[in-house]
């Protein structure tokens, strides 16, 4: 890992303007991508795993109904919005811990990146919201949600038990249009950082050698003692993607998800089809969100945005400004 590290150039990508096509380009906003033009013998082994793994990110055309709220005519727009956000800083962020799967809360600051993210989704439809099980995820999402225009109330859909199902229902066909479900799934988690979980990342590589621990935090298949591989990450995350997400935007759904670093750089890993080479240098900030739209069947990618507000950072589609108008007149 040593060479492919040192011969890493950075490339940062400035957001499009509001007309510009994001489709092919894998660079925004808060994704960072490296150069990995002359690869390591590990990192070339990666990428045969890879070659036979790799996922498409088309998937069968289906008929897909624009929901009421899009503002769109039904026959005509058949799209629906995936937002992506990474949670904002927390506590062991801050800290430089391995957190994994340990569940700490945001810091001030995450909870003023999760304020700041939901203004800069504030006029893109959403439907419903997914979020991993650990409260980092969870204060995102609603933090990000209460900044949105369209003031709908995030409501936490809880099948823990069969009670706790029946005793949050609620009563009022009126009021659940006015709610946005919100449905926690561990296996949006972050990946399971076993004996790492708590140590300082510093001290980690002082101890265990740079490379190792780039390894473990980026490489595809390798997990860190006795914790989870991106690889295995993906198999729950892409796979609950896969069965209980792409079906919602199948039919028409707008959907949000709140998780984490490495379950969303296994998903967009998923989305963009990139090599387990190529996701190494993948890295997502905390707090700033990503906007894909789901047509006939492919994700497309539409920007994220890097500065304080939405305007001028997503490529809009027809039916999403018609969406925007609409709270313009809202509001007025
Ligand atoms: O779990 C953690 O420590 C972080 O959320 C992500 O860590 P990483 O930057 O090592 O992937």
Same mark, same amino acid.
């Given at each position: +890992?040593?060479?492919?590290?040192?011969?890493?150039?950075?490339?940062?990508?400035?957001?499009?303007?509001?007309?510009?096509?994001?489709?092919?380009?894998?660079?925004?906003?808060?994704?960072?991508?490296?150069?990995?033009?002359?690869?390591?013998?590990?990192?070339?082994?990666?990428?045969? #795993?890879?070659?036979?793994?790799?996922?498409?990110?088309?998937?069968?055309?289906?008929?897909?109904?624009?929901?009421p709220e899009s503002g769109s005519n039904p026959k005509k727009s058949s799209e629906a919005a995936l937002i992506l956000i990474r949670h &904002?800083?927390?506590?062991?962020?801050?800290?430089?811990?391995?957190?994994?799967? #340990?569940? #700490?809360?945001?810091?001030?600051? &995450?909870?003023?990146?999760?304020?700041?993210?939901?203004?800069?989704?504030?006029?893109?439809?959403?439907d419903v919201i997914y979020t991993s099980s650990l409260i980092r995820a969870q204060m995102t999402?609603?933090?990000?949600?209460?900044?949105?225009?369209?003031?709908?109330?995030?409501?936490?859909?809880?099948?823990?038990?069969?009670?706790?199902?029946?005793?949050?229902?609620?009563?009022?066909?009126?009021?659940?249009?006015?709610?946005?479900?919100?449905?926690?799934?561990?296996?949006?988690?972050?990946? +399971?950082?076993?004996?790492?979980?708590?140590?300082?990342?510093?001290?980690?590589?002082?101890?265990?050698?740079?490379?190792?621990?780039?390894?473990?935090?980026?490489?595809?298949?390798?997990?860190?003692?006795?914790?989870?591989?991106?690889?295995?990450?993906?198999?729950?995350?892409?796979?609950?993607?896969?069965?209980?997400?792409?079906?919602?935007?199948?039919?028409?759904?707008?959907?949000?998800?709140?998780?984490?670093?490495?379950?969303?750089?296994?998903?967009? +890993?998923?989305?963009?089809?990139?090599?387990?080479?190529?996701?190494?240098?993948?890295?997502?900030?905390?707090?700033?969100?990503?906007?894909?739209?789901?047509?006939?069947?492919?994700?497309?990618?539409?920007?994220?945005?890097?500065?304080?507000?939405?305007?001028?950072?997503?490529?809009?589609?027809?039916?999403?400004?018609?969406?925007?108008?609409?709270?313009?007149? +809202?509001?007025?």
């Amino acid at each position: +890992m040593a060479a492919c590290t040192s011969q890493h150039a950075l490339i940062s990508v400035k957001p499009r303007c509001a007309s510009a096509s994001f489709s092919s380009d894998r660079r925004a906003g808060n994704v960072r991508f490296v150069s990995t033009t002359s690869c390591c013998p590990s990192s070339r082994k990666l990428g045969l #795993v890879c070659a036979s793994n790799s996922q498409s990110s088309v998937i069968e055309p289906a008929k897909l109904p624009s929901s009421p709220e899009s503002g769109s005519n039904p026959k005509k727009s058949s799209e629906a919005a995936l937002i992506l956000i990474r949670h &904002g800083e927390s506590l062991w962020n801050e800290k430089n811990l391995f957190t994994g799967c #340990v569940d #700490v809360p945001l810091t001030p600051k &995450g909870v003023n990146e999760a304020i700041e993210a939901g203004k800069r989704i504030c006029n893109i439809p959403v439907d419903v919201i997914y979020t991993s099980s650990l409260i980092r995820a969870q204060m995102t999402a609603m933090l990000a949600m209460m900044q949105h225009r369209r003031k709908k109330v995030p409501i936490i859909v809880h099948k823990e038990s069969e009670r706790a199902h029946q005793w949050s229902q609620v009563y009022s066909e009126e009021t659940k249009k006015q709610s946005i479900p919100v449905i926690t799934a561990w296996q949006l988690n972050e990946r +399971m950082y076993g004996e790492l979980q708590g140590l300082n990342k510093q001290e980690t590589a002082d101890l265990f050698g740079k490379e190792q621990v780039h390894e473990w935090r980026r490489s595809y298949d390798i997990p860190p003692p006795n914790g989870e591989s991106l690889e295995m990450c993906a198999e729950r995350a892409v796979s609950y993607f896969k069965e209980q997400i792409i079906p919602q935007l199948v039919s028409g759904k707008h959907v949000m998800i709140a998780a984490h670093g490495n379950s969303l750089r296994s998903i967009i +890993m998923h989305l963009d089809k990139l090599t387990s080479q190529e996701v190494i240098s993948l890295e997502l900030s905390t707090g700033i969100p990503m906007l894909y739209i789901f047509k006939e069947g492919k994700f497309i990618r539409r920007g994220s945005p890097a500065g304080p507000s939405e305007a001028g950072v997503y490529a809009y589609t027809k039916s999403l400004a018609k969406y925007r108008q609409k709270l313009d007149g +809202m509001d007025q």
